[in-house]
């Protein structure tokens, strides 16, 4: 058992949360070997412990695509936030604010892109999944554009959606009226989990304003399996590229030959990651993977990681391995359906200062001097 801030925001979601919600952000993939090797090979890598160095300064800060990060962190997109709590993306974005950190809004936000970049004391990064709807795409890129935003996240690890058979279990099944009943009963006025607005269904907002309609989330999984497009390609992409003028960063690669074509086809950063677990069961672990990707494109393109990250010194970790930054997806969730805005902020806090003690520990005074020398081989 790993004891972490993690574990006690889970264990309070747990309680919170309707179990087919808990269930949906825990779970992951068929028997979920990967999601767990994620958190149980980070953790397990060592790290190497220095004394007598003079850490007396040490400084968290660091910089992405020409933006200043008070740590090397990233908030996910993580679909349906607001459904963990009220108005969640609003919630988790200005935590993400408050604390000098981007937070990445989900295509499947219940809370759409501008109100989201709107009630951000910060500028959002917008995340986008390839659809067979390239309407709803452009729509999507436009809308994020004429709102400010410009980073962009481009998700390629989901041409089809993962068998999820926790998901299955609890119910969390667009097509099936038992979905439907929880669905209503957690947006009724007079249920007591207080998520969303009180007496307005909740919705895909994104979608809705696409489609001018509201689309409710009966139909979230029908709508996810029918839109995915698995004919997706490199080339697909280009348009994307062209239209697309702020920094666009590819998620979900976990293989070297995949790392070198992002840089072939002009990304400005990959996220090293398998979607938590949540796609391919069985495949490796963002921290198996990413040393060898990292010996292959470090430099030519900035290297984000997730999947697995925990804690502070999990951050430690991921950037001893290669990662110029990282990003947390479960954690943040946890912490937002616990408690709030207030939560996740103090979530980030507590990373900061978990970092901090590996970073003195470990003998360095900055990000930059974090590298596989900060590991046992
Ligand atoms: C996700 N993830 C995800 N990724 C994405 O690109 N778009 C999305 O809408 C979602 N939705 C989503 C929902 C939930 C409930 C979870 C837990 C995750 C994946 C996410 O961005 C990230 O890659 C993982 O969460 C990272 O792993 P950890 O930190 O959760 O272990």
């Not at 009943?181 to 269904?201: K, Y």
């Not at 497009?229 to 239209?243: A, C, T």
């Not at 976990?254 to 002009?266: I, N, Q, Y």
């Not at 930054?325 to 954690?331: D, E, K, S, V």
Request: aromatic content about 8%; glycine content about 10%; hydrophobic content about 45%.
């Amino acid at each position: 058992m790993i004891i972490s801030a993690t574990t006690d925001y889970r264990e309070a979601a747990r309680r919170r949360l309707p179990q087919f919600l808990f269930d949906y952000i825990d779970g992951g993939a068929y028997a979920e070997h990967t999601l767990r090797h994620n958190v149980s090979d980070l953790a397990s890598i060592a790290l190497r412990q220095r004394v007598l160095k003079n850490v007396a300064d040490r400084s968290l800060e660091t910089e992405i695509f020409g933006q200043k990060l008070a740590m090397p962190v990233t908030l996910a997109p993580v679909g349906l936030t607001g459904m963990y709590a009220r108005r969640g993306e609003v919630q988790a974005a200005r935590a993400a604010a408050s604390r000098g950190v981007p937070f990445t809004l989900s295509t499947v936000s219940v809370c759409p892109i501008e109100e989201v970049q709107k009630k951000s004391p910060a500028p959002i990064w917008f995340q986008l999944y390839v659809l067979k709807d390239r309407g709803f795409m452009r729509n999507a890129l436009e809308r994020a554009q004429a709102a400010g935003i410009t980073t962009l996240v481009f998700t390629v690890d989901m041409p089809v959606p993962g068998a999820r058979y926790r998901d299955a279990h609890s119910g969390m099944s667009g097509k099936n009226a038992h979905f439907r009943r929880m669905i209503q009963a957690v947006t009724h006025p007079g249920w007591s989990w207080d998520v969303g607005l009180r007496g307005r269904p909740h919705d895909l907002g994104n979608i809705s304003a696409y489609l001018g309609k509201p689309t409710g989330l009966g139909d979230y999984i029908g709508w996810l399996g029918s839109n995915f497009d698995p004919s997706i390609s490199w080339k697909d992409l280009e348009w994307i590229r062209e239209f697309w003028k702020g920094p666009m960063i590819i998620k979900g690669i976990l293989d070297v030959e995949d790392a070198r074509d992002a840089v072939r086809f002009g990304a400005d950063g990959i996220i090293v990651s398998n979607h938590g677990g949540r796609q391919l069961d069985g495949v490796l672990s963002s921290a198996r993977a990413l040393p060898a990707i990292a010996d292959a494109v470090k430099g030519d393109i900035k290297i984000l990681a997730d999947s697995g990250i925990r804690s502070g010194l999990d951050v430690v970790r991921m950037l001893a391995l290669g990662a110029d930054c990282t990003m947390i997806g479960r954690a943040y969730t946890y912490a937002l359906a616990a408690a709030g805005e207030a939560g996740v902020a103090n979530l980030l806090d507590l990373f900061a200062k978990e970092m901090r003690v590996a970073m003195a520990l470990t003998g360095v005074r900055s990000i930059a001097e974090i590298t596989r020398d900060s590991l046992v081989h």
